[in-house]
């Protein structure tokens, strides 16, 4: 019995030795690789992390740039219009002010056109009238005299003035 006994704990030391054995040489490495992959994997994972938080810092400040961009561009959007408004405005008013121009020229040269066509239409009329009345007017002898009387009195007058100057 105390043979049985040895021999027992002989198995089953040797069980447990074997069992060590097989422990450090095939499970013990695989479970160190699993955990060192696992450790690198972590790593990875960690770095990757760090990598988007820093792309996520960088693309907020991006977003942020584009707005300030775009509030910039809107400004100078609506800046660019009202000045093109103003300068429709201004080529509008030009525009008007010319046609004003034009209408008022065309106006006078109508009225003048009437005009010269009245006087042409009148001319034989007074040219007419005017002979009669000078005929009339000059059939009298005194107003001949009185007339040429004038005449010579102008033409002296201007001759003195000459030879003052």
Excluded: C, H
């Excluded at 699993?34 to 907020?60: G, H, P, V």
């Excluded at 121009?101 to 010269?116: A, G, V």
């Amino acid at each position: 019995m105390a043979i049985d006994f040895i021999f027992s704990v002989l198995n089953f030391l040797s069980i447990i030795v074997v069992a060590i054995y097989v422990f450090y040489k095939y499970i013990l490495p695989s479970v160190l690789k699993a955990f060192e992959e696992d450790k690198t994997s972590l790593k990875a994972l960690f770095d990757q992390e760090n990598d988007l938080i820093t792309f996520d810092r960088e693309l907020d400040q991006s977003i942020l740039d584009q707005n300030e961009l775009g509030k910039r561009l809107s400004l100078k959007f609506k800046e660019w219009q009202s000045v093109v408004q103003l300068e429709k405005e201004e080529k509008f008013n030009q525009s008007i002010k010319y046609n004003s121009e034009i209408n008022n020229r065309l106006k006078i040269q109508s009225d003048n056109y009437k005009t010269q066509k009245i006087k042409e239409q009148l001319k034989p009329d007074i040219l007419k009238n005017l002979e009669i009345n000078l005929n009339n007017y000059f059939e009298d002898p005194d107003n001949v005299d009185k007339y040429f009387d004038s005449i010579l009195s102008n033409m002296n007058k201007r001759v003195n003035l000459k030879k003052d100057n």
